[in-house]
């Protein structure tokens, strides 16, 4: 005889957010490391933790005033008549400090992966739904990736140019993007670039069919010409939250630091000159700094000065 089964209750549990991060260095998704904690907006208090799966996404449970949610039947008819979505804040940060922290506003629930849109569009290496993570920098460097660093300085203001948005370009084409800490520091670490093309040559006074030569320097000789790009928009920080431990300050919102309007970077102190070409050689690290004047400087020595378009220099 077959046995009969007779189902007393059925218990579900529905996820209001998962989460899916990526490295912008090796295009590859995190799902270690990361602490990513949810609250109401204004309401530190209300925290709730994300944890990662073995998918290595990160999920959200027991939010705030959506208990009842989760309880739900998570099928299509389940999704198609959602209750009215809260907005929530996401606070993200890296315990290693290979990434720096930052915010932004999520609307819950969300059916599957959470699809974060960028102000600067949809970019590879991904075409999964997913959230950028940009290095901080102290990130340790592996072998075969370019370092190009710069402590960018707000030349109007005088303090540090505090998320300020760095590109890399050769030959018009984006090779990197990085942010700056709250000290304006900041680290472009993208892979080492193709070498420069060889020029094929014939051996001089040899026969027609004589074999080609390739003439050219060898890699470790190699030097990329680099242009560089800034978006900065002095950005005003929130005021501190009062936490279940006393105030916290609020991390820079995503969304806003990539948002900035286009900046000026300048070669010199007197703010006479903007950036231009730069060279970039294999196996170095590359230091932006704005050349000095003989008086005395107005703010620390090596740094790039960057100012907002339409500042006075």
Known sequence: MTPSVKVLERLTMVAPLGLRFRDVVAGSFVGDGLNVVLYEPNRPTTKVEAVANLSGIYVVHHAP???????????????????????????????????????????????????????????????????????????????????????????????????????????????????????GRTALIFPILAPRPFTILSPPGSPLASTPTATGLPLTEQVWPITFRAMYAPIIPAPDLVGEFGPEPQLPNLHDILSQREGILWADEALTETLGEVSLRYGRELVLKSRPTTSSPPAPLSVLFVTPVGSPP
């Open 65 to 183: 005033g959506l208990r009842d949610f989760e309880n739900g039947t998570g099928d299509a008819d389940f999704w198609n008549n959602l209750p009215r979505q809260k907005t929530f804040v996401i606070a993200v940060t890296d315990v290693h400090r290979r990434f720096l922290p930052f915010q932004f506003n999520a609307e819950l629930p969300t059916r599957g992966i959470f699809n974060w849109t960028s102000p600067l569009g949809p970019s590879p290496p991904s075409a999964f739904p997913s959230i950028p993570l940009y290095s901080s920098p102290v990130r340790d460097v592996t072998a075969g990736m370019a370092v190009v660093r710069a402590d960018l300085w707000d030349a109007a203001r005088n303090v540090p140019a505090a998320s300020a948005v760095l590109e890399a370009y050769t030959n018009s084409q984006l090779v990197a993007r990085g942010l700056a800490d709250e000290k």
